[in-house]
């Protein structure tokens, strides 16, 4: 069945490193990704999208990029700042329409961002 | 929160009683979703609605039930029949039901009492 999953569910960084948030989806049809930051109690807000007609997309401070071989996604945040502290987590769909046509969550990775 | 706007932030239920969860747009989009997060766990799709008067069941329909009479407006219930309530509930809108950015409202925390 689909699946996302990511590598890390912690990933730790010091305050003006760059950081590289992982995700690997199973299903190899999906052609739409979505990355998503949720601070504690709040609502998902929407970061970068990427189409599989794409290898890269950079956004404001962001990148993702996008491994089709390997099925695999990642988000880039340079030069992280305390207010990145967050969870972070992929989303694909790779429907045709009707109830197929839906996201795919994964778990998530908390980023924690040390001064 | 993108013009997505739940109540209440939180909200508690007894038992065999029936609530509603609110959820209102101003964004003008076609499609609306409601979604269940649970602790390490990814989102899960409980409905959605791709159109007015119009939803689908989702992923874990069972014991919640949903309207959508006008545009910017799609109330979940959930029902004494869900046996575990207890979650963090998200509702979406994307202005249509395709490969397109979902945007998220604050969401509403439901517990047991």
Redesign the interface.
């Known amino acids: 069945g689909e699946s996302?999953g990511l590598h890390l569910p912690t990933l730790s960084v010091q305050e003006g490193d760059n950081s590289i948030i992982n995700c690997a989806y199973s299903n190899s049809a999906s052609?739409?990704f979505?990355w998503?930051k949720q601070e504690s109690?709040?609502?998902?807000?929407?970061i970068i999208?990427i189409?599989s007609n794409m290898d890269k997309r950079q956004g404001q401070r962001v990148t993702v990029l996008l491994n089709k071989t390997v099925k695999h996604l990642s988000l880039q945040i340079a030069a992280t700042q305390p207010g990145d502290s967050a969870v972070y987590?992929c989303?694909e769909?790779s429907?045709n329409g009707g109830?197929t046509?839906?996201?795919?969550?994964?778990?998530?990775t908390l980023l924690a961002v040390q001064p | 929160d993108g013009g997505i706007t739940q109540s209440p932030k939180y909200l508690f239920r007894k038992e065999g009683q029936n609530v509603t969860l609110s959820c209102e747009q101003n964004l003008n989009h076609d499609a609306m979703y409601w979604y269940r997060q649970d602790p390490g766990q990814g989102l899960r799709l409980i409905y959605y609605s791709q159109i007015v008067n119009d939803f689908q069941k989702g992923d874990i329909a069972e014991g919640y039930s949903v309207s959508r009479e006008k545009k910017e407006s799609f109330p979940l219930t959930v029902t004494s029949a869900q046996k575990n309530p207890t979650a963090f509930y998200l509702c979406a809108s994307s202005i249509n039901y395709g490969k397109n950015i979902q945007y998220f409202g604050a969401g509403t925390r439901l517990s047991v009492l």
Request: no cysteine; net charge positive; glycine share 20%.
């Open positions: 996302v052609d739409y979505i998503y109690g709040k609502g998902p807000q929407f999208d189409r987590f989303a769909n429907g109830a046509n839906k996201l795919i969550f994964g778990t998530g």
